[in-house]
């Protein structure tokens, strides 16, 4: 029998597809349903499987949040704030960075480099770096702090300042890819659009507000929605600047997917971190859909 | 590059093609606002690259220099490069990252590019079933995973000697992410291409092998550097994956390093430099693609 060749076509096809059809099925979906199952299981890792617990481990994560200060409630608040304290700084810095970069023809590349480096550097040196800047008596920082006369500051040996100082650091490393995003952006903005309403006599606020940051609109959801997705899933960083990895002092930089490495891989609490687990993807789910649904509201303009 | 990129997806290539700025209000007008431009970005610049070279002065400086404040290291010293490569696994660990790199940055561009291939260019019946299966995949964050996948390595005996490499490797290689770009990237072949080999009697691999993923190369080169960087860097899964130090990678190893040296500030950094160095030579030496790759696909490294 001779085939068609359509009917050869389906068979390449699906030839050419089979190693990554195998891929997703074992590598990611099943993976996805057996995390659900997970969740509701007293799971072994070592023996993979264990006895279903019902809605128990849920249970079990809503009563230690319904504690001041069990290590969940400051997981979720934590990560909640690096969010808030991270996203908008990050974005706001690059896209200040990238119109500075955008007037510039001389050293533009050196500058890309400069702001790019610390995006394609591991977290861990990059934590080890911070953590030796932030020292208290010999870092570089308080040094510098000294000699101008300000008072020395403990950053992540404190409590309070422990969040914000990993937050500054998490900035640092992402904003070379936001500026190099926006930039793209800015360039891809007609001239035509600036001269013409220069000619209406607009000075460059009014260029800024009406021209450069409504057509940027597509590429602050799309900075906003990774930005707010990487600062969700916090975990390198945090994890070699505090003490011990544990997510201190005082549990005052802990982050979701410390807690879930901590519960799973340390306690083998495995059913609980997997709960954890499937508490994280909704909240990342939860909050994509409202960026994507609110953020991208003003690009008919 | 430019000639091939060409062929590409035409709106998102102009992105990348426009890094010379050459509009603006700076351009048109050169004088104060460009000079302030400068002062900023160099402001900026100096802050952003200051760890590295803090990282790399504190590396070589002897420890004593370290409590007496100088910038610059008053006697430089190798010794504790030395010291470091004799005492820690540091030449196995940079065997495993680039085993590990390697094998996922391989695997992604092969498999990647074909699958892209032929969700564009071939139909077949469930072909909108694949794709929606495939891009579902996006939303599910690997942390959600990695229980599963820890449960299953187990299973199948990936977490013990020589396999942990194919046990840290395998949730990447093949990309959900990276199957998307190149399927976008597959529209600027042309069809009557491909269906004039058919006519010389081509089979389909060899026309996607020698005369569709040529036209692409430039999307390709951009997805292998992005997978080599984030595999290389790579730290939450092969932290849990390899259970014995001469299967840690890079940034493992470096983070147990830290335990084992807490307050010897020289090592750590030297520690980090010899981590974070190689990847800032290999940034350097490519930004140019680094950099426009970016800003082409949009990925994260």
Redesign the interface.
Known sequence: MRLT??Q???I???L??S???V??VV??????I??FN?SFRD?N??E?SGPWVGIENYQEIWQDAGKPRSSVTAAFSNTVRYVLFGVPTQLVLALA?AL??????R????????????????????A??????Y?PE?G?IN?ALDLVGLPTQPFTKSPAQALPSITAVAV?QN???AV??F???I??IP?LY?EAARIDGAN?WQ?FWRITLPLLNPIIV?LTV?GT??YL?L??LV??MSPQ?TGGPLKSTTTV?LE??RE??SSYK?GY??AL??L??FL??LI?IIQLRFLSRRVEY | MATSAEIGNESTIQIGEHFVPARGKGSRRPGWPVLIAYILLAIGGVGMITPFFWMILTSVKPPPELVNFSFFPENPTLQNYLNVLNTSSFERWYLNSIIVAVITTVSVVFFDSLVGYTLNKFSFPGKNIIFIGMLGTLMIPTEMLIIPWFTMSVDWNWHIGYAQYWGIAFPGVITAAGIFLMRQFYDGVPNELLDAARMDGMNEFGIWLRIAAPLVKPAMAALAIFNFIGNWNAYLWPLILANSREFYTLPVGLSFFRGESTTHWEKIMTAASLASIPLLIIFLVFQRQIIRGIALTGLKG
């Open positions: 060749l359509p050869r076509q389906i390449w096809a699906y050419f597809l190693v990554a059809l891929f997703f590598i990611r979906w099943y993976p996805t057996l995390a997970v799971w890792v070592f993979g960075i500075l970069l955008a007037q510039i023809r050293f533009a590349a050196v500058f890309r480099v400069a702001y790019f480096a610390p995006y394609v550097t591991s977290a861990v040196a990059v080890f770096v911070w953590n030796w800047l020292q010999t570089l040094q640092w904003l070379g890819f190099i995003i930039l793209a952006g360039q891809q001239g600036y460059s260029l799309y990774l997705i990487s899933r975990f390198a994890q070699n990895g997917v879930v490495y799973g891989f495995m971190a997997g687990t499937v994280l993807f990342i789910l994509t």
